[in-house]
């Protein structure tokens, strides 16, 4: 089959289509024909070596596609039982190393089915960014009726599903954005105020000002971060007094270290880096997030963006579009008939 391979630490230019053998499944697995795979900024977080990793490996771990075959069923680790799947389902996952490329192996206690009235593009488009929006507003810190919240990067995949989320939920969304067009489509997602970096002379101050000037002086209830290290500062100097930051990744760059005293002296702020897998721990709660996610697409209430699809031998240009900022909603990888190796020449 073909795969998309990061040969070593560094940039776009180290990924290569190569030929790689087909894998296996084992007890509890599930062997997967990729139809689509989701492009993330953990992706090229392990690609750059700024989260640890094997060096050659196969990147990326999002995906939606068909079982072809099965190995023994298992249970999750949790002790919950894993669903049983059979050859044909139309499967999603967010955590299955190896996902850019014509077939995969999914454990199967973190596959979900996909309903018939879903997309596999728009099962992937709600996968990991779904989910996170998900758990960013219900479990990070829950949106209550009423809350002002400051959503960052308002027109990438996780901003716009996350500020249909929050608004749903009864909340008041300001977001961020790099230009005009992007404004429009987190409008167009439900964000009351939507502010341009480029408007900012110096974001580190402009933008709080701007924020507690939009909410009577107060600030927000909560930040949700992606950027990271350039919107850092901004963020905190923007919540309200005992306000919450979600720090949930970091396109600009990582956080340096800093003084917790600070959460004490803007008034008792608290500050949480939370991930994905820590809130689908058990299959239970994976089950939940997905039937609400799938369920609100499903059923027209919770609107899908793919900003843009490439082929998988073009995973390069999908990071450099993603890293640059050059995109909106989600970014996905579809490889050809030819990628899957004699199961896709099969079928």
């Known amino acids: 089959m073909h795969a998309i391979v990061a040969r070593e630490a560094g940039g776009p230019d180290v990924l290569e289509l190569r030929e790689v053998p087909d894998p296996t499944p084992g007890p509890g697995e599930l062997l997967v024909r990729v139809e689509v795979a989701g492009v993330n900024f953990i992706d090229t977080y392990q690609r750059s070596g700024v989260y640890p990793m094997d060096f050659p490996h196969v990147v990326g771990s999002e995906g939606a596609g068909v079982v072809v075959a099965a190995g023994t069923t298992g249970t999750a680790g949790s002790g919950d039982e894993t669903p049983a799947f059979a050859v044909g389902d139309r499967v999603v996952w967010t955590d299955a190393p190896g996902s850019y490329a014509g077939l995969v192996v999914v454990p199967a206690r973190s596959a979900v089915h996909v309903p018939a009235a879903v997309a596999l593009a728009d099962a992937t488009a709600v996968a990991l960014q779904g989910l996170t929006a998900h758990y960013l507003c219900t479990s990070s810190y829950p949106v209550r009726p009423g809350d002002q919240v400051l959503v960052h990067a308002g027109a990438g995949g996780v901003g716009l599903l996350l500020t249909q989320m929050v608004t749903a939920r009864g909340g008041h969304v300001i977001s961020t ?3 005009p067009a992007k404004a429009e489509l987190s409008r167009g997602a439900g964000a009351e105020h939507v502010i341009e970096y480029t408007a900012l002379g110096d974001l580190t101050h402009d933008l709080p000002e701007i924020v507690r000037g939009l909410t009577g002086g107060e600030g927000v209830a909560a930040v949700y971060d992606s950027v990271g290290r350039d919107t850092f500062d901004a963020s905190l100097a923007s919540l309200r007094r005992r306000g919450t930051l979600v720090l949930f990744g970091g396109s600009s ?56 699809t490439f082929p998988l031998a073009e995973a390069a240009d999908a990071h450099r579009a993603l890293e640059g900022r050059a995109t909106t909603g989600k970014v996905l990888l579809v490889p050809d008939a030819a990628s899957s190796g004699s199961v896709g020449e099969g079928r």
Do not use: I, M, Y
Request: zero cysteines.
């Open 253 to 308: 760059g990582q956080v340096p270290a800093f003084d917790p005293q600070r959460l004490n002296a803007g008034g008792s702020l608290t500050l949480t880096r939370p991930t994905l897998k820590d809130f689908t721990a058990t299959r239970a709660e994976l089950d939940e997030r997905a039937a609400e996610v799938l369920g609100a697409v499903a059923g027209g209430t919770l609107h899908v963006r793919v900003g843009a």
């Open 177 to 179: 954005v790099s230009t």
